[in-house]
């Protein structure tokens, strides 16, 4: 995405904030217009061996994870030796359909058990979730990831 492309949707996202705030309306809660899933992930993997945890944002409709703002997942393994550390939008295995205004990012992140214990992955995710009725607008989520896995 080119900078101007950047700086023309943070300043859109920032007006329509001013709008909100300078009519006296509240920003909207969209806490429930999506979740944050870890189904798929691997739960139990010996040691040595290799397993999987998997990260996708779901949204419900009349909302959608925008695909201009960025995507951002920080992650640290207990017991695990995660193959990535920090995604970005481009990690997402999910891709931006055409005439789709966002995507569900999908992330696999493939990881190594080290040591015998209760292991796990914590994390926090940062994306923008944006409305589609009523008055648009985009909103920073961050949401709290963790992901046991019992290593044996």
Do not use: W
Not at 62 to 68: D, I
Request: aromatic fraction near 4%; charge should be positive.
């Amino acid at each position: 995405m080119s900078l101007f492309a950047r700086a023309s949707f943070v300043l859109t996202g920032m007006l329509a904030l001013s709008a909100c705030e300078s009519r006296g309306d509240e920003r909207p809660d969209v806490s429930s217009l999506y979740e944050v899933s870890t189904q798929g992930s691997s739960e139990r993997v010996k040691a040595g061996a290799k397993g999987k945890l998997v990260i996708e944002i779901r949204t419900r409709p009349g909302a959608h994870v925008s695909a201009e703002a960025p995507v951002k997942v920080e992650l640290k393994g207990n017991h695990l030796a995660l193959d990535k550390e920090k995604l970005t939008g481009a990690d997402s295995l999910a891709k931006a359909e055409p005439g789709k205004e966002g995507v569900n990012p999908r992330f696999e992140v493939p990881f190594a058990a080290q040591s015998a214990g209760k292991g796990g992955v914590e994390g926090e995710a940062t994306f923008f979730v944006c409305t589609e009725k009523g008055t648009q607008v985009c909103l920073r989520q961050k949401k709290t990831i963790s992901v046991p896995v019992e290593v044996n």
